[in-house]
């Protein structure tokens, strides 16, 4: 029996997608849920089956480069890598959030301007997204803090997600443009789709789920 591999990102999604796991009947053992915990891979109850636990960018390279069989990951990463690896056959709906941009209250809006500087983690999102209005989007990747690049000078803008909004107006920021709505999706990677029934098995318990 060829095991297969959940990849699952860490934080707020996690706790949103292991009751889903639950209803298709894949329950990781404890140790997943200490926060405290430094081990990455996880046994479930299925034999067949065991969960690692990564950054959610890195739960698409995993499924697509074959290392796990099965992820669950926001479309924003998806969007931003576009591995042609990968099905995303299910939106779970959950872990609920926007791509936006955002500047510090009071900047005025681009009118003229043909090069912006936006500090993102998401620079192929980003660049598309003013390369579409004519304008050059120079990058500037953070991986986090992204609020404090408008307040050092570092960057004028920024491009992340938002869910409430909350640290954005901590930081003295506001949401001007939402470049795209973000939920969860169950990825596979494709060769694992046809030739795993295990894969194909989860695929329609996970969307039998969702469909009720």
């Keep these: 029996m060829t095991p297969l591999v959940i990849a699952l990102p860490k934080g707020r999604i996690l706790k949103e997608a292991l009751p889903l796991l639950a209803e298709v009947g894949v329950h990781p053992e404890p140790a997943l849920f200490?926060?405290?915990?430094?081990?990455?891979?996880?046994?479930?109850?299925?034999?067949?089956?065991?969960?690692?636990r990564v950054r959610s960018f890195d739960v698409a390279t995993f499924v697509a480069f074959g290392a796990a069989q099965i992820g669950i990951v926001g479309n924003d990463v998806l969007a931003e890598f576009a591995y042609s690896e990968l099905y995303s056959p299910v939106d779970l709906g959950i872990g609920r959030c926007r791509l936006s941009v955002a500047e510090p209250a009071g900047t005025p809006p681009i009118v003229s301007e043909s090069h912006v500087r936006v500090a993102t983690k998401y620079p192929h999102l980003t660049a598309a997204h003013y390369a579409a209005?004519?304008?050059?989007?120079?990058?500037?990747?953070?991986?986090?803090?992204?609020?404090?690049?408008?307040?050092?000078?570092l960057a004028p803008r920024i491009v992340d997600l938002v869910s409430t909004g909350k640290t954005l107006k901590e930081n003295g920021l506001v949401e001007r443009e939402i470049i795209l709505e973000v939920t969860s999706r169950l990825v596979v990677n494709r060769a694992a789709f046809k030739t795993m029934g295990a894969v194909t098995e989860l695929v329609d318990a996970f969307r039998s789920r969702v469909a009720a």
């Design 133 to 153: 209005q004519g304008i050059q989007a120079e990058c500037v990747k953070l991986n986090g803090a992204m609020e404090l690049a408008p307040l050092l000078g």
């Design 34 to 52: 200490d926060e405290d915990s430094r081990a990455l891979k996880f046994a479930t109850n299925r034999p067949d089956v065991s969960v690692i």
